[in-house]
Each structure stands twice: as structure tokens, then as C-alpha cells.
């Protein structure tokens, strides 16, 4: 078993993913929340697959720049990390999908009844299989662009001793960056993908989002989510990090800590 497959939250919203090789998960999310469109996913799952003891962790990684047109706002700037675990029903029911959401608003928007600031909103996402749900295609690979000179290439060096080393390259048509790497903390190495608003700067929003996704070797699910700062170059990034737990106590699945970064 693994996330494979078409999943839907109480909000409505609805994500298809597929997993490749390793682990490597891409799809498409489409919201139902807010602005409407098509979003690229990009994350992992651990290695171990989910039984009735014990989940399978899983960290994705969304940027909300539609990949299909549609009217551009300024959520089109933000992304997400999502860290958690996929979860098997003891009792014979189907899976269920709980993460721990973490959206990284660069730029208000303004709504009907209100607005969203700038700042990390962070909410619990819980996702059930679509059954024979037809799904799209996975869309475009990661790495597939160009790559760019993006503030984000690079070494950063972390508040904890962690290191992150960075390469972004363009993802359709330049609707933001992909990011591969690696990151390195306690004597080990472990290879990133994620997403990036390439178009921050060039549209004046100070803050560049960025969602990053790893599964470490003790099969840790970590969603990285954030800002890098684009005057002061400080990139500051939430971490999420999910453990295998009963599906009883999902509550405890998933520890949030902070890491500051810089160029190094």
C-alpha cells in the first residue's frame, strides 16, 4: 500500500499522487478553499509500508501557482508543507491520510468576510481515498526546467547544525521553481524536493515561499515550510516532523519546531 491514488478532505478539496521509485511522490491537488486551479504536489513517503500498528510517514510539498490559466491573486505567491502519516483502519475500513498542514502566505488576500496576512497558518488535513477515481496524469517531472539563478541556490547553514544545499530549476513554464538537494544534520544525508515562487522578487513580494520534503533514515517524514527573507536573505523554515503511530493516536504523529538559516 502506499499513497498512490486520489484523496479528498472534509474541506473538499482533492489531491491525486503517485509514487516512484524510492519513494518520490508528484501529483496534482485541486482546492476547493479558495482561489481555483491545479497545483503541482511534490513530496515522499518512508519506506515501511502502513499496517495496523503503525502508519507509513509521509511529507508533501504544494505550491498554489495554478499550472492550468485562470485569474492570478496573491495566493498564487504562497505554498505548502504537509507532514504526517498515512494511516490503515484496524477495524478493515479504508486508509485515511492525516496531516498536519503548514501554509506559508507571502502576500494578504483579501476574501469575502475577511483577509489572510503574511504568516505560517497551520491546520490538521485529513484526506480519505476516492474510490475509482480516474487519475491525470502526474504532470511534469521535477528538474525537467531550466535551471535559474534563483536567491535560493546554494549552501545554508541551519540554527541546529543542519546544512541544506539547494538548486532550483524552473516548473512549468517558470509558475515557480522546483528544488532538489540535500540536507544534512547529525552525521546524515538525506535528498530534498520541494517547491519555490520564483516570481517573488520580480513582483515585489519581499517574502519567497518554499516548501521542502525529506524522509530521513530512520524513516522521519519532514516537511520543511517557510520564507526566504529577500533583503536579509534569512531563511527561516517550520519543521515538521512525523513518526509511525497508531492510527489511535495520529494526535501525536507529528512534532513542529523552527530552524533559521543562512547563506553559507
Known sequence: MSVSGTWKNAYGSTMSLYVYGSGLVLGQYQSSTGSTGTYAVIGCQGPADPGPTAGQPVALAIDWHSIVPGPPDNSWHWASGLSGQ??????????????????????????????????????????????????????????????????????????????????????????????????????????????????????????????LTLVDGAGHAIALAGTLQLQSMKLTLSRLTSVATLPSVTYAQTMIDAVTFTAG
Open 86 to 211: 498515512l494511516s490503515v483502519s484496524t477495524s478493515g475500513g479504508p486508509p485515511s491520510l492525516v496531516l498536519a498542514h503548514a501554509m506559508v502566505a507571502t502576500a494578504t488576500l483579501a476574501f469575502p468576510g475577511g483577509a489572510i496576512d503574511p504568516g505560517t497558518y497551520i491546520d490538521k488535513l485529513v484526506y480519505a481515498p476516492v474510490a475509482d477515481a480516474p487519475l491525470p496524469g502526474a504532470g511534469e517531472q521535477p528538474g525537467a526546467g531550466d535551471p535559474i539563478a534563483s536567491p535560493l541556490n546554494g549552501r545554508w547553514l541551519g540554527s541546529d547544525g543542519s546544512v541544506l544545499t539547494l538548486n532550483v530549476s524552473s516548473a512549468y513554464s517558470s509558475a515557480f521553481g522546483w528544488v532538489l538537494g540535500t540536507y544534512q544534520v547529525n552525521g546524515g544525508l538525506w535528498d530534498v524536493a520541494g517547491v519555490t515562487d520564483i516570481n517573488a522578487y520580480g513582483q515585489g513580494v519581499p517574502l519567497e515561499s518554499v516548501a
